[in-house]
């Protein structure tokens, strides 16, 4: 035989179609099992590429809310003061975040810290703020030390003092 089927032996292209079939001890999967692991497969891509997609615009918001909330501590306070510390409510999925700073030029957690509850959306570059809380220098347990809550962390109870 001769021409585009031929081997070099000559048998034809009969030789290499029974070298692409699978041992004779195992069964060629059906073109409809192919079908559906292939359609599995699919699913499962397009999944995790939707979760991605979800954990990068959340985080992506996430990282403008909490520049909003830095603005925002700063407006309030009229210190512009860099060391601040930002705690989110991350056992709920809220937009409530808690921010806190020094009241007077020092270290962190050095003087008496301003500690403002702000929540709702991004406008204008700044949130709402809902309420706060004052704490003492060096306050290790910031819910044991609490003082002089104000807005909705005073009618909370946020406030053991």
Same mark, same amino acid.
Request: hydrophobic share 35%.
């Given at each position: 035989?001769?021409?585009?089927?031929?081997?070099?032996?000559?048998?034809?292209?009969?030789?290499?179609?029974?070298?692409?079939?699978?041992?004779?001890?195992?069964?060629?999967?059906?073109?409809?099992?192919?079908?559906?692991?292939?359609?599995?497969?699919?699913?499962?891509?397009?999944?995790?590429?939707?979760?991605?997609?979800?954990?990068?615009?959340?985080?992506?918001?996430?990282?403008?809310?909490?520049?909003?909330?830095?603005?925002?501590?700063?407006?309030?306070?009229?210190?512009?003061?860099?060391?601040?510390?930002?705690?989110?409510? +991350?056992? $709920?999925?809220?937009?409530?975040?808690?921010?806190?700073?020094?009241?007077? #030029?020092?270290?962190?957690? *050095? !003087?008496?810290?301003?500690?403002?509850?702000?929540?709702?959306? +991004?406008? $204008?570059?700044?949130?709402?703020?809902?309420?706060?809380?004052?704490?003492? #220098?060096?306050?290790?347990? *910031? !819910?044991?030390?609490?003082?002089?809550?104000?807005?909705?962390?005073?009618?909370?109870?946020?406030?053991?003092?």
């Amino acid at each position: 035989m001769t021409g585009a089927w031929a081997d070099s032996d000559g048998r034809g292209g009969r030789q290499e179609a029974n070298r692409l079939r699978a041992p004779d001890g195992e069964a060629q999967p059906p073109g409809r099992r192919r079908l559906l692991e292939s359609t599995a497969l699919a699913l499962a891509g397009a999944l995790l590429l939707i979760a991605t997609v979800n954990d990068v615009v959340l985080q992506t918001h996430v990282n403008h809310r909490l520049v909003a909330d830095l603005r925002t501590w700063r407006s309030y306070t009229a210190h512009n003061y860099h060391n601040l510390s930002v705690s989110q409510d +991350v056992r $709920g999925h809220t937009t409530r975040d808690v921010v806190c700073g020094n009241t007077s #030029p020092g270290g962190p957690r *050095e !003087r008496v810290q301003l500690c403002l509850e702000m929540t709702g959306p +991004v406008t $204008g570059g700044r949130r709402a703020v809902r309420g706060g809380w004052y704490l003492p #220098p060096k306050a290790e347990d *910031e !819910r044991a030390y609490r003082y002089a809550c104000f807005g909705s962390a005073a009618r909370a109870g946020r406030c053991p003092r």
